[in-house]
């Protein structure tokens, strides 16, 4: 599990933690047994970065992981903070590509290239992250994963960036690519805006991703991510997969964001 509460989770409309938030945070989620904390984005500045190498001050067990795009400086700027694993993300779908980069498959797959040769060179894990995979062309993504693998990066990000997705197509999504791209590890990224980052995250997990995003209580972008409680909990008893979390804890996790985000818990929240 890569608890994003620290980058998409503070990404939510009006939410910015504290510097010792995210710290009480961070260890937190590294008590009850989280195993990567994607925790900030280099690249928006000084206090940002401060906030990072604070992070990895701290020598958790969780390793960390920073969020780029696939651009060099970016990556330099997360190797400056003392991290030894980045996401670096890129627009995969036709509509991302020609009207928000203004380019061509071609120049997003150099650009992938270009920007995972760097970060291998500086022995760093990645995790290459496909922006809008759900709207992309699948046969992209596999060459997108080809050049992943063969420049040797660690995981490729599916993200249902807008959240249009639904479990069944989920499933059968994650387990093309899967078949298409065996060596390459999948990570699901899963976004609430029809209510469905949940069973969305599940399902990928089910089709054979190995790695999944949350946040706790669901904090992100718009109607936000996928809950850290709810996917763990939907794995351990509607699926029978343990995930070694440390559940006891949730409650005094899930009160302490809701106060620092200032994001009250509804009532009828599940879990």
Not at 96 to 125: C, P, S, T
Not at 186 to 214: K, P, Q, S
Request: proline fraction near 3%; charged fraction near 25%.
């Amino acid at each position: 599990i890569d608890d994003t509460t620290l980058r998409d989770g503070e990404q939510t409309a009006g939410v910015v933690f504290s510097k010792r938030e995210k710290i009480t945070i961070a260890r937190m989620l590294d008590s009850i047994g989280i195993g990567e904390i994607e925790c900030g984005i280099p690249a928006m500045g000084k206090e940002e970065q401060a906030g990072i190498r604070s992070l990895v001050d701290l020598g958790l067990s969780a390793r960390l992981i920073t969020w780029n795009r696939a651009l060099v400086p970016e990556i330099e700027a997360s190797i400056a903070c003392g991290v030894q694993a980045v996401d670096i993300s890129l627009s995969v779908s036709d509509q991302m590509i020609v009207h928000k980069l203004r380019k061509n498959r071609e120049a997003v797959k150099e650009q992938l290239k270009v920007a995972l040769g760097f970060a291998k060179q500086h022995n760093l894990y990645v995790s290459v992250g496909g922006e809008d995979a759900s709207r992309a062309d699948p046969a992209f993504l596999v060459e997108l994963m080809q050049i992943t693998r063969t420049l040797g990066g660690d995981r490729f990000r599916f993200c249902d960036t807008l959240g249009i997705m639904e479990p069944f197509g989920m499933f059968d999504r994650i387990s093309f690519l899967r078949a298409a791209v065996p060596e390459v590890e999948i990570e699901v990224h899963t976004h609430n805006d029809l209510g469905m980052a949940t069973a969305n995250a599940i399902a990928g997990i089910r089709a054979g991703a190995r790695f999944v995003n949350t946040t706790v209580n669901g904090l992100g972008e718009r109607a936000g991510n996928a809950a850290l409680e709810e996917v763990v909990m939907g794995l351990k008893h509607a699926c029978g997969i343990e995930t070694g979390i440390d559940t006891h804890r949730f409650r005094e996790l899930s009160l302490f964001v809701a106060k620092a985000s200032h994001r009250p818990l509804p009532v009828s929240k599940p879990v």
